[in-house]
């Protein structure tokens, strides 16, 4: 199995990253086909959320997508409709729940919820987090920035492994021999990449390569992980301010809200 050199869905540049190998027109994983032994379980970030505010919103229940994050929700439905999937999985909260709706709906599915999918904690829920008028500018703040490596601000990264994985695991076990989606959140699917792939977790987090609407693609071999995968099935939808690696555009400071 090798990385297509016309794959034009897998896009970004993730930092310190190895080569990702990609599978089938789509730059999708194929089908397993029937083979018992194989399974794909695909970690999808959910679609655009409406936050007018541009506040980090972290696990704050309500917040919903915009009708941006609806298209890319059913695009990536329309992306995924003829592939196998048995299972589908949500984060608890609703961005995400509504990401998976689509997608569920398309193979007759029920959503499953598993907490473990959850966004990162963080200690600036809530706020506008910049220096400008965000939560930089307050001295009082300032002591959560002090370690960048666990980190200080909010859910210890090995912690996020810890439940990606388990949560991982489970959704292959559900759909042993096909393919789960699982939606979650841009942190610990870039996490749990990471540290499948064997990269360091702390990292510059505009060098994320899980913009969203995006597939993440873990490919199983009986209970091993043989590839990973990455897609970006709405990828022309997506605001370009807000792909893997674009600087930042004038008046979309709040982008990270989004």
Known sequence: M????????TAGTAENSEP???????????SPAGRDDITVVHLMRHGEVHNPDGLLYGRLPGYHLSELGRQMAERVAEHLSARDITY???????RA?????????AHGLDIA?????IEADNVFQGKSFGVGDGALRRPENWRHLVNPFKPSWGEPYI???????????????????????CVSHQLPIWIVRSF???????????????TLASLTSFTFKDDKIVSVGYTEPARDLVPPHLLAGAKPAKGKGKAFGA
């Open 196 to 210: 499948v792939e064997r990269r360091r977790l702390w990292h510059d987090p505009r060098k994320r390569q899980c």
């Open 159 to 181: 912690e996020q492994v810890v439940r990606m994985m388990s949560a991982l695991e489970a959704a292959r076990d559900a759909a042993r021999g096909h393919e789960a989606v």
């Open 97 to 105: 729940q509504e990401t998976a709706t689509p997608i569920a709906k």
């Open 113 to 117: 919820t598993d907490r473990r999918l």
């Open 88 to 94: 589908v999985v949500s984060s608890p909260l609703e």
């Open 20 to 30: 990702v190998e990609t599978f089938g027109a789509a730059g999708t994983p194929k």
């Open 2 to 9: 090798s990385a297509l050199p016309d794959d034009r869905e």
